[in-house]
């Protein structure tokens, strides 16, 4: 098309939202603070430390001590500038506490009982030092939450100590996993807390002989840091060692939130996690959920992902993770697994269940293709490098004086080069290079999955919407039947609480007809009819869960995780079945979600930058949106061109027209600020060549 052919193109980040489980802690006011005062995605905290020179010389020159040393710190960025003194200091980490720039550790209630900083009570700055670009780390973290698994948050800071000739430098600020952690992602803090690591044989989670709980504690592999007991670690091992396939089977879901480690493994899977349990049965933690009763699983130390490698082990396995496959990750795994075994005990068992390595391959998929694109992980890395570019490798830390001699052209470098898999290299591949080589490898080599029921529009606060049979304003989810086929519901299971997939079960001859609606009164209040649940919803966010009728496995089938909603307001996808999520001030229950309109959402956007979605695409199809800086004027595309015979209301001009291709209905797109005042879009589904409306963005 010769009008297309000439369109310039315009940056754009896919908007999708998969199927998420934990939500983020925004309930938590502890983690709000901190994550509004320090952890700060788009800036660079300073960070000033003073403590006696000798004390300074003293951790240097020991960094295997874990002896507090008192200091003052005083932070600064554009939200906070204040000062704490009788702080606690020390080196931190395991095999990086050897390096020229070793990682740090502040413990804010060492001498001031109770103390928080900004929410926190102790702090982790890591060097990153055998990664040139500093940033996978931070990449990996986003990774991690953006599948819903409880994981830290981490910001890069400038840190100076004293006068900065002995330390000063960019660290990566990330966030402890303790029992501040624990309340705000499970909403408890008591249960048994595991660091799992490399320190002897490795937390592989398997038998220690002899085979009691007092050997594990002894064991530098696993240390317990709330309760002291080893008990339920002790009983969880036994459990995967012991157990027959049946009874492995039918009670694994009784020890492990198995929908979380396996969306946790396959995040590992995507980005090439090596350092985890599944190929190095290290840096991990597991939680004991005492309301749940299940063990949840902790990534830790990601550094050492999307293609970063010590040399001795590419060069002595030759792993090229952008290449490898779903079912073949673990398979000779460095320490963890027996020959012809995926992983560990645990995740080989686990695997050898169809249904769930069939869970792991369709939640690497969904990784690769949304939050892993190209379009968005690497657009947050160039965030990233454009960031720390003028800090990276500068006070005492660059060439000689760092460790592996890197300097700030290997930073620079390191986004984009080696463009292929280099096996002697310690960066065995390019971040950029790496996200694109596996999101193509897994595309090319795996069918997508198509669901067929799904949680299609949640609200959580009704005062004046529709009513139920018993005339009152409850809350409701919506499913939607994305099928040509009838499906029956009976024995599925609906919850608010990821980690009790069974709280409430749909009853028996619950129908749902083709490409048809089913609405669940969610008032905690079964008497009220066969469709009324035993929970409500939170109007200040939650997730909703729908899981498959599996006596013995707990299949995720489809969730939502949805924001603070004001009364009235429902949240759920673009379109009906769509992976693009949205706010709705006029909610739409038992019928289509918002055909044929645009629908901006995620307030808070940079001036010039929308997040749009065209609610009437047909589900994961392609979408061109258009913009044009004049007023509309129709046309008609003409054939054979793809939708030719489709009349649009902007007249296309080289000039003056831009389109965006994209997939899931959404984008968000940039426009710059002299046209912000005269400025029209529509979309153009490419599947249907139904049209939208034309938005005025001025308005």
Request: aromatic share 12%; charged share 25%.
């Amino acid at each position: 098309m010769q009008y297309i052919s000439n369109f310039c193109f315009i940056a754009v980040t896919i908007a999708s939202v998969a199927n998420a489980q934990h939500p983020l802690p925004e309930n938590d006011n502890d983690w709000v603070e901190s994550n509004e005062k320090i952890f700060l995605k788009d800036e660079v905290t300073e960070v000033y430390i003073t403590l006696d020179e000798d004390d300074l010389d003293s951790i240097i020159g020991n960094t295997d001590s874990n002896d507090l040393k008192n200091c003052t710190v005083r932070f600064v960025n554009s939200v906070v500038d204040e000062t704490f003194s009788s702080v606690g200091i020390r080196a931190r980490g395991n095999s990086q506490r050897d390096a020229t720039k070793f990682p740090w550790k502040l413990d804010f209630n060492e001498w001031v009982e109770d103390r928080k900083v900004f929410g926190l009570e102790k702090m982790n700055f890591n060097s990153e030092s055998v990664d040139p670009t500093i940033s996978r780390a931070t990449l990996a973290l986003d990774l991690f939450r953006s599948m819903g698994v409880a994981a830290s948050r981490s910001s890069h800071i400038w840190l100076t100590i004293n006068d900065g000739s002995k330390v000063q430098g960019i660290y990566n600020n990330v966030e402890q996993i303790d029992e501040e952690f624990m309340q705000a992602w499970f909403g408890n803090n008591d249960g048994d807390t595991y660091k799992c690591r490399l320190k002897d044989d490795g937390a592989t989670l398997t038998k220690l002989q002899p085979n009691v709980p007092e050997t594990y504690e002894a064991s530098e592999d696993y240390e317990e840091q709330r309760t002291g007991s080893f008990l339920r670690l002790y009983d969880f091992i036994n459990f995967i060692e012991d157990s027959d396939d049946i009874t492995f089977r039918r009670d694994i879901k009784d020890y492990l939130n198995v929908d979380s480690f396996l969306r946790a493994q396959a995040v590992d899977v995507s980005m090439g996690g090596w350092d985890g349990l599944y190929m190095l049965a290290n840096n991990y933690y597991l939680y004991y959920d005492e309301e749940t009763a299940v063990f949840e699983y902790i990534p830790w130390d990601l550094d050492h992902t999307f293609g970063m490698d010590y040399i001795f082990i590419p060069t002595i396995f030759g792993t090229n993770f952008a290449t490898k496959r779903i079912e073949d990750f673990g398979d000779g795994c460095f320490i963890a697994c027996n020959p012809g075994e995926n992983g560990p005990p645990l995740i080989d068992r686990m695997l050898k269940i169809p249904e769930y390595a069939q869970m792991l391959e369709k939640y690497v998929k969904e990784i690769t293709s949304t939050y892993m694109h190209p379009a968005v992980l690497g657009t947050r890395a160039y965030e990233l490098k454009d960031l720390l570019v003028d800090l990276v490798y500068s006070g005492t830390f660059s060439g000689p004086t760092m460790d592996n001699g890197y300097n700030k052209q290997d930073f620079i470098k390191g986004f984009v080069q080696p463009n292929s898999y280099q096996k002697f290299a310690g960066a065995t591949w390019g971040i950029l290079p790496f996200i694109r080589t596996r999101e193509e490898f897994i595309r090319d080599n795996y069918d997508m999955d198509n669901s067929f029921v799904v949680i299609n529009e949640v609200l959580a606060d009704n005062e004046n919407g529709i009513v139920d049979e018993n005339d009152q304003n409850e809350d409701w989810v919506e499913l939607y039947n994305e099928s040509d086929e009838e499906v029956d519901l009976s024995g599925f299971f609906l919850t608010d609480r990821y980690g009790n997939p069974r709280q409430w079960e749909i009853p028996e001859g619950t129908i749902i007809g083709p490409r048809d609606y089913l609405l669940i009164w969610c008032d905690d209040d079964e008497d009220e009819g066969p469709l009324h649940t035993n929970f409500k919803l939170g109007k200040n966010g939650e997730g909703v869960y729908l899981y498959a009728n599996h006596p013995d496995l707990n299949l995720l089938v489809s969730s939502i995780v949805y924001p603070a909603l004001s009364e009235d307001q429902s949240f759920g996808r673009l379109s009906d079945g769509s992976s693009a999520l949205g706010i709705f001030d006029d909610p739409t229950p038992l019928s289509a979600n918002k055909p044929d309109e645009f629908v901006i959402f995620n307030d808070g956007l940079p001036p010039g930058e929308f997040d749009l979605g065209f609610a009437g695409a047909t589900p994961d199809s392609t979408i061109s949106f258009f913009w044009s800086s004049f007023v509309p004027t129709e046309f008609t595309i003409p054939d054979p061109f793809p939708c030719g015979g489709t009349t649009i209301d902007l007249l296309p001009n080289p000039d003056k027209v831009i389109q965006i291709g994209t997939e899931n209905g959404a984008a968000i797109i940039t426009i710059p600020e002299d046209l912000l005042d005269n400025v029209y879009m529509q979309a153009i589904d490419m599947t249907t060549c139904e049209t939208s409306n034309v938005l005025d963005m001025s308005e």
